[in-house]
């Protein structure tokens, strides 16, 4: 039976090898395109991903070793080393840091995935492996993303992807979203995704939070989910909005462009 670490690991893959595959063939020029991140060129994903597989990776082999995990200083030099780099070792090292990363996780055995606690630095306590490599896939999905639809105006989230990050956006709510934006107006509305489809309420408020379905919302926002996931994350602009995202009810989406500013 598929554990939540084995379904998580497989969508790293996914994502790694789509992402991989237009990687090797992009041009000098290609690597110095504006990516969906809107501070970055497409090599400064790369980089940024890179550099976080390196990291995440001694993190993980500390924790299978029982070895101290990487320190800020140990962050800050993989950093400085990656900023130092061209836009072509940039792509290349993506592809090999990247790669050495999924494959540490592929490694680990059943128990392992079960049992292994992994140290990530940023949290209160060691997590286990489903939610180290969640975390990992949330990052790399959207930045994935960023990358690819400087080439494709219509790339999407990888499908793999979508349904495992949908339980963990809620908690992203408090720090890519800006409720001031709505200028002191409230709101809930019933959100309906597709692919897959969940049902569930959007309260628009100082904090905005995710609830229960509500029985008598002020309005309704329909759209695929992986649209709403990149909504959430600030990667919705006009230009890559699917025609079928709808907004009814006292808030636009362009309301929402501006609560979800995303990273």
Do not use: C
């Amino acid at each position: 039976m598929s554990t939540a670490a084995d379904q998580i690991i497989h969508a790293l893959r996914a994502g790694h090898e789509e992402l991989a595959a237009l990687v090797r063939d992009l041009k000098d020029d290609d690597l110095r395109q504006p990516s969906g991140a809107s501070e970055w060129q497409v090599s400064q994903v790369l980089s940024h991903l890179g550099s976080g597989a390196e990291i995440g990776l001694a993190g993980l082999n500390a924790s299978i070793e029982g070895t101290p995990a990487p320190d800020g200083d140990f962050n800050r030099g993989v950093w400085q080393r990656w900023d130092a780099m061209s836009p072509e070792e940039h792509a290349a090292g993506f592809l090999a840091s990247n790669e050495r990363l999924v494959e540490a996780y592929e490694a680990l055995d059943a128990e392992t995935r079960e049992t292994l606690r992994i140290n990530l630095g940023f949290l209160p306590e060691p997590v286990d492996v489903a939610t180290a490599a969640r975390f990992r896939l949330s990052e790399f999905a959207f930045h994935q993303w960023d990358a690819e639809v400087a080439f494709n105006p219509f790339a999407a989230v990888t499908p793999e992807a979508v349904p495992l990050l949908l339980d963990q956006i809620g908690g992203m709510l408090s720090w890519t979203s800006r409720p001031k934006e709505l200028a002191g107006r409230e709101a809930t509305l019933l959100v309906r995704l597709r692919d897959p489809e969940r049902t569930f309420g959007l309260r628009l408020a100082e904090p905005i939070t995710l609830t229960d379905a509500p029985e008598q919302p002020d309005g309704e926002l329909s759209l695929p989910a992986e649209a709403w996931l990149r909504l959430v994350v600030g990667r919705l602009g006009s230009r890559y909005t699917p025609d079928s995202v709808q907004v009814s009810g006292p808030v636009t989406l362009d309301d929402l462009r501006r609560v979800f500013v995303g990273f």
